[in-house]
């Protein structure tokens, strides 16, 4: 069965370093997603790309934050300077219409 | 911009017993899906809910939808231990985003 991909799933960095986050999607799914979840939260939208366009990255911290999808397949997204509160759980979807579908996520904790 | 309500927030109880999770959303939205979330893992869809009224049922999970309410329940018939998890409601609005609820964190205890 085919899953969407993370890496890495777990990274610790210190404050002001730089920290990426690499996506692979279901094959075939056009749209993908990123979302940061927080401890006791639901999942919040940061990027939302149909194949190489960015559709909405209205909750994104553009100062520090950025997602890119050169060639509409896998994705990246970066955060440089990481802060203490970007500790979060980092997770990527995919759809092919509508329904997500969720990697493992990359737990990233910032010391 | 859709704000989504669930409640209750926490909830535990017995195996067997049966209890439904609400969940409230704010503005127009005729499809809505329903994750469960184990602890430090990632999302499992659970239900696609895609017209008012419809209805799907799995296990000892059963979801339902009304649009003119705004209202999706999920409900839970003769609860396991194995259900114990954290469930997010999440309605889909314009340009096919999603918004989640906060979660309502299930436990059930044996």
């Known amino acids: 069965e085919a899953e969407v991909a993370q890496s890495p799933r777990y990274k610790i960095t210190e404050k002001s370093q730089a920290v990426a986050f690499w996506c692979d999607p279901i094959?075939?799914?056009?749209?993908l997603y990123w979302y940061r979840q927080i401890l006791g939260q639901g999942p919040e939208l940061l990027v939302q790309?149909?194949?190489?366009?960015?559709?909405?990255d209205s909750q994104l911290p553009k100062d520090r934050f950025s997602a890119e999808r050169l060639k509409g397949v896998d994705s990246t997204l970066k955060i440089q300077p990481a802060e203490l509160g970007d500790s979060a759980m980092y997770l990527c979807?995919?759809?092919?219409?509508?329904?997500?579908?969720f990697g493992p996520g990359t737990r990233l904790t910032v010391t | 911009e859709l704000k989504v309500e669930q409640n209750p927030l926490f909830l535990s109880m017995q195996e067997g017993k049966n209890y439904t999770i609400y969940c409230n959303y704010s503005?127009?939205?005729?499809?809505l899906y329903w994750y469960r979330q184990d602890p430090g893992k990632s999302l499992e869809s659970l239900f696609v809910?895609?017209?008012?009224?419809a209805v799907k049922q799995e296990g000892r999970l059963m979801a339902s939808l009304d649009t003119k309410a705004r209202l999706s329940t999920l409900h839970i018939t003769a609860a396991v231990h194995d259900l114990s998890a954290t469930y997010f409601c999440a309605p889909q609005g314009s340009y096919q985003k999603v918004t989640f609820g906060i979660g309502t964190k299930l436990q059930v205890i044996p």
């Open positions: 790309f149909q194949d190489e366009s960015v559709v909405d």
């Open positions: 809910l895609l017209s008012n009224g």
């Open positions: 094959s075939g799914h056009a749209t």
């Open positions: 503005t127009t939205s005729d499809r």
């Open positions: 979807a995919s759809s092919f219409s509508s329904e997500q579908y």
